[in-house]
T-cell receptor, first 114, second 116 residues
């Protein structure tokens, strides 16, 4: 089973709709992240969380909100989706492997806003 | 100014040959980390290799090695003995400073195509 899972994997929605992307992890990591990727660009950070009581804005948080329901769950919401939020969204956790810091990414959610 | 620069939008390499993907970074911090990720056409992000700024030796992971030149602020990825399955997007990323958030800043990526 994957360590970081995202649901849904693909989503088509209409402008103005509220949608939620969910992320779950089995690695026991405290730090979780949401990124978006646009064609031809690298990943940009939307929000991140250290634990259930700690939520922080990233580089491009406008138009998004998050909820850390538990250590293992970190959800991203688009309150009123707009077409320029069409992108590939990644959830990630941060941990250590062989004493090296590593971010573990989920498989991504492809979102299309019409 | 861009924090992470990948100047090669696309690269070709012949199967079984080595290839170097360039990455330069900009930071004033003394402690930072550099990462490379692979993104195949299926879209997932696969961690390849990590280099800490205080690591004296270049990182290696199987066929991947990181050519870390601190004074030049470069962290190039070297893939030896390229395979067809290496065709993918490759992203360089940096974690700045001792900020406990461990946020990553990504470059725009290099698309590598391995020719048979």
């Amino acid at each position: 089973d994957a360590d970081v899972t995202q649901t849904p994997r693909n989503r088509i929605t209409k402008t103005g709709k509220r949608i939620m992307l969910e992320c779950s992890q089995t690695k026991g990591h405290d730090r979780m992240y949401w990124y978006r990727q646009d064609p031809g660009l690298g990943l940009r950070l939307i929000y991140y969380s250290f634990d259930v009581k700690d939520i922080n804005k990233g580089e491009i948080s406008d138009g998004y909100s998050v909820s850390r329901q538990a250590q293992a769950k970190f959800s991203l919401s688009l309150e009123s989706a707009i077409p320029n939020q069409t992108a590939l969204y990644f959830c990630a956790t941060m941990g250590f492997r062989d004493q090296q810091e590593t971010q573990y990414f989920g498989p991504g959610t492809r979102l299309l806003v019409l | 100014a861009q924090k992470i620069t990948q100047t090669q939008p696309g690269m070709f390499v012949q199967e079984k040959e080595a290839v170097t993907l360039d990455c330069t970074y900009d930071t004033s911090d003394q402690s930072y980390g550099l990462f490379w990720y692979k993104q195949p056409s299926s879209g997932e992000m696969i961690f390849l290799i990590y280099q800490g700024s205080y690591d004296e030796q270049n990182a290696t992971e199987g066929r991947y090695s990181l050519n870390f030149q601190k004074a030049r602020k470069s962290a190039n990825l070297v893939i030896s003995a390229s395979q067809l399955g290496d065709s993918a997007m490759y992203f360089c990323a940096m974690r700045e400073g001792m900020d406990s958030s461990y946020k990553l800043i990504f470059g725009s990526g290099t698309r590598l195509l391995v020719r048979p």
